[in-house]
């Protein structure tokens, strides 16, 4: 499986983003899409993660409440919603795939994700 991220760019901070994951087979049954971050000089991060059988969604708790990930089959694409940014939210954002229906277990474990889509760049400003 191929993802790919898009929708990065400058905001000022209170303001809105929406990135997009791409990915390339019809159905991911069994299996799990996930946003990660890297903020500049730090290590990749756990966003937010959502299963493809069932669309369950877990967050990292510092990030729930101002982040929404959701699906749309149709499109073969996974969203990341992200509301009042903050110059702290400065990162390069990347999609990756795991198998598994529980990825609230997993998705604090950067390593165990795979088909790692290239990065897409967002810059708050403060």
């Known amino acids: 499986v191929q993802l790919q991220a898009s929708g990065g760019g400058l905001v000022q901070a209170g303001g809105s983003l929406r990135l997009s994951c791409s990915y390339s087979?019809?159905?991911?049954?069994?299996?799990?899409i996930g946003w990660f971050r890297q903020p500049p000089g730090k290590e990749r991060e756990g966003v937010a993660s959502?299963?493809?059988?069932?669309?369950?969604?877990y967050y990292t708790e510092t990030l729930k409440g101002r982040f929404t990930i959701s699906r749309d089959l149709a499109k073969n694409t996974v969203y990341l919603q992200m509301n009042n940014l903050k110059p702290e939210d400065t990162a390069v954002y990347y999609c990756?795939?795991?198998?598994?229906?529980?990825?609230?277990?997993?998705?604090?474990?950067?390593?165990?994700?795979?088909?790692w889509g290239q990065g897409t760049l967002v810059t708050v400003s403060s």
């Open positions: 087979e019809t159905t991911l049954d069994f299996r799990s």
């Open positions: 990756a795939l795991v198998i598994t229906t529980t990825p609230e277990l997993v998705l604090p474990l950067v390593e165990v994700w795979g088909s």
């Open positions: 959502i299963s493809m059988t069932d669309g369950n969604t």
